[in-house]
C-alpha cells in the first residue's frame, strides 16, 4: 500500500495500518523527522518528495516508485488527489464506479440518486 501523506500526519494514527501489513508513505522533503521515524517504527517506509503546489510533486512520487519496480498504480483518494495525477500526466486509464445508494442512503446522502455507472476513458 502506497499513502500520500505530505506532512506525515499518518505518524499520530496508532493502529492504522494493521500490524504486519506492508506500506508505503509519500512524504514531502520539510515533514518532521520524528514523525517519520514514528512511521518507520511501525514497519512503514518514508520516501521523500519534492513538493509541487504545497503537496508532494506526484512526479516526484512516481519517479521514485518506478525506481522501486512499481509499474502501476490504483489511485483511490479524493479529487486533489486525481487532480494531481491527471496534472502530472502520470495516469493512462481511468475507471469511475458509483453506486445505486438504498433507501436509507438516500436519507443520509441525498445528493447520491444516479444510477450505477462504470466508465473507462
Known amino acids: ?15 492504522w495500518p494493521m500490524r504486519g501489513r506492508e506500506f508505503i508513505v509519500m512524504a514531502g522533503d ?14 512503514g517506509k518514508v520516501i521523500r518528495c519534492s513538493m509541487e503546489g504545497g503537496r508532494v510533486s506526484v512526479r516526484d512520487a512516481v ?11 490504483l489511485v483511490e483518494g479524493g479529487p486533489r488527489l486525481f487532480a494531481s ?3 502530472a500526466q ?18 443520509a446522502f441525498p445528493c447520491a440518486h444516479r444510477a450505477p455507472e462504470m466508465r473507462s476513458t
Open 30 to 43: 520539510a515533514a518532521e523527522p520524528a514523525r517519520a521515524r514514528a512511521v518507520e517504527s511501525r514497519g
Open 63 to 73: 519517479a521514485h516508485l518506478a525506481a522501486m519496480k512499481f509499474t502501476r498504480l
Open 90 to 107: 502520470a495516469w493512462g486509464t481511468r475507471a469511475g464506479f458509483t453506486s445505486r445508494p438504498s433507501t436509507s442512503d438516500r436519507a
Open 85 to 87: 495525477f491527471v496534472a
Open 1 to 15: 500500500m502506497v499513502v500520500f501523506d505530505t506532512t506525515l500526519s499518518l505518524a499520530q494514527e496508532t493502529d
